[in-house]
């Protein structure tokens, strides 16, 4: 999951001005090789099984729901960082084999004389090496700290509000839980699998006095649309049923980043695809990526303490009395009513909204 600040809405939303007002749950936005669905404001019930990765059961309880960065993003950036460094030192000494090869075959010299006189002693090399250790060691540093001085974003039920703050010690932000902006992204990008159709869930946060938006950006890990409306609708669901609303506890496999996770992607890999491809596209890439050791730096970023909320949010978090509970808008009411009469006919949401194309097979 990562977080974008933005300065101005009008700087963020919609690039061609295709509408004079905020986004509402049923557009759609089409931009070169990127398409989004919006599901909220208001957020509408989808029809898809509350599902998430980011096993939100370990942070909710009547009150409130913790939402923050998963394993996932730490392991995709370790093993990113790591392959590129054994990169450039197999490219080295590949080169310093073949030419090895091409000196014992001239000239009968010792096949690797020239790996240990010019490769193993080129400072050249090992400045390269020691300049892109230290920028991605400074950058995952960095963001790592970043992660662990923010406090996670809060969903409170009671009060129908989503508070944040961008950073530990800053005021928190409340935002109506009817105005949170929430939409589903298809495009394309490289993973620390293979390069993939991309689906995410993009949360956005909008202060009302200042215009300013927390974007949230939560990948998905498979091939389907479906797992990021199921992201949106655990919380979603959490919002206007309560947390037994929330999916049951999933298996270890199922959260991006662990070692379980791993071992079932090679799993799928190795029975979906030829034994070279196997081979060479996954082991070899992923054993020069540090196999499961990424997996175990996620972990650790993962049992980290994280910031601690300030005490206006605290307070904020505290049980109200029922009778002081927030009530979700006629409005809501009303078009969520007439959204499920839509599913009991057979119909989806995009049908409700009247959304055609390729969305129709994805959201399947």
Same mark, same amino acid.
């Given at each position: 999951?990562?977080?974008?600040?933005?300065?101005?809405?009008?700087?963020?939303?919609?690039?061609?001005?295709?509408?004079?007002?905020?986004?509402?749950?049923?557009?759609?936005?089409?931009?070169?090789?990127?398409?989004?669905?919006?599901?909220?404001?208001?957020?509408?019930?989808?029809?898809?099984?509350?599902?998430?990765?980011?096993?939100?059961?370990?942070?909710?309880?009547?009150?409130?729901?913790?939402?923050?960065?998963?394993?996932?993003?730490?392991?995709?950036?370790?093993?990113?960082?790591?392959?590129?460094?054994?990169?450039?030192?197999?490219?080295?000494?590949?080169?310093?084999?073949?030419?090895?090869?091409?000196?014992?075959?001239?000239?009968?010299?010792?096949?690797?004389?020239?790996?240990?006189?010019?490769?193993?002693?080129?400072?050249?090399?090992?400045?390269?090496?020691?300049?892109?250790?230290?920028?991605?060691?400074?950058?995952?540093?960095?963001?790592?700290?970043?992660?662990?001085?923010?406090?996670?974003?809060?969903?409170?039920?009671?009060?129908?509000?989503? %508070?944040? &703050?961008?950073?530990?010690? @800053? =005021?928190? $932000?409340?935002?109506?839980? +009817?105005? /949170?902006? #929430?939409?589903?992204?298809?495009?394309?990008?490289?993973?620390?699998?293979?390069?993939?159709?991309?689906?995410?869930?993009?949360?956005?946060?909008?202060?009302?006095?200042?215009?300013?938006?927390?974007?949230?950006?939560?990948?998905?890990?498979?091939?389907?649309? %479906?797992? &990021?409306?199921?992201?949106? @609708? =655990?919380? $979603?669901?959490?919002?206007? +049923?309560? /947390?037994? #609303?929330?999916?049951?506890?999933?298996?270890?496999?199922?959260?991006?980043?662990?070692?379980?996770?791993?071992?079932?992607?090679?799993?799928?890999?190795?029975?979906?695809?030829?034994?070279?491809?196997?081979?060479?596209?996954?082991?070899?890439?992923?054993?020069?990526?540090?196999?499961?050791?990424?997996?175990?730096?996620?972990?650790?970023?993962?049992?980290?303490?994280?910031?601690?909320?300030?005490?206006?949010?605290?307070?904020?978090?505290?049980?109200?009395?029922?009778?002081?509970?927030?009530?979700?808008?006629?409005?809501?009411?009303?078009?969520?009513?007439?959204?499920?009469?839509?599913?009991?006919?057979?119909?989806?949401?995009?049908?409700?909204?009247?959304?055609?194309?390729?969305?129709?097979?994805?959201?399947?």
């Amino acid at each position: 999951m990562s977080l974008l600040r933005c300065k101005r809405w009008r700087n963020i939303y919609m690039s061609e001005n295709k509408y004079d007002r905020m986004p509402q749950a049923g557009d759609l936005e089409r931009e070169s090789d990127t398409e989004v669905f919006y599901l909220s404001p208001k957020p509408l019930p989808t029809g898809m099984p509350a599902f998430s990765s980011r096993q939100l059961h370990r942070e909710s309880n009547e009150v409130f729901l913790d939402y923050a960065v998963s394993r996932g993003t730490f392991e995709f950036a370790s093993r990113g960082s790591i392959g590129s460094v054994m990169f450039i030192l197999i490219f080295f000494f590949v080169v310093g084999f073949g030419l090895g090869v091409a000196d014992y075959v001239q000239h009968g010299d010792p096949i690797f004389e020239i790996i240990l006189t010019l490769v193993l002693p080129n400072w050249y090399m090992w400045g390269i090496v020691g300049f892109l250790v230290t920028m991605y060691g400074s950058i995952f540093i960095y963001f790592v700290r970043q992660v662990s001085i923010r406090p996670p974003i809060r969903f409170n039920r009671q009060r129908r509000e989503v %508070a944040f &703050a961008f950073r530990k010690g @800053e =005021a928190p $932000r409340y935002i109506p839980w +009817e105005e /949170v902006i #929430a939409c589903v992204s298809v495009g394309q990008t490289a993973t620390q699998y293979a390069v993939t159709p991309s689906f995410a869930l993009m949360i956005g946060l909008r202060d009302a006095n200042t215009g300013d938006v927390l974007w949230v950006t939560v990948p998905t890990a498979t091939l389907a649309l %479906a797992l &990021a409306v199921s992201e949106w @609708e =655990a919380i $979603r669901a959490y919002m206007e +049923e309560g /947390v037994s #609303a929330l999916p049951e506890p999933q298996p270890e496999e199922y959260e991006e980043g662990t070692v379980a996770y791993f071992n079932l992607c090679r799993q799928v890999y190795r029975t979906e695809h030829s034994y070279l491809r196997y081979l060479f596209g996954f082991l070899a890439i992923q054993f020069f990526s540090g196999w499961h050791l990424p997996c175990h730096i996620s972990a650790w970023v993962n049992r980290r303490p994280k910031a601690s909320f300030p005490r206006e949010l605290l307070d904020w978090s505290q049980p109200l009395p029922s009778e002081q509970w927030a009530v979700a808008s006629e409005a809501l009411k009303k078009q969520s009513a007439d959204v499920r009469k839509a599913f009991a006919k057979g119909q989806t949401l995009l049908d409700y909204f009247m959304v055609i194309n390729l969305w129709d097979e994805l959201w399947k």
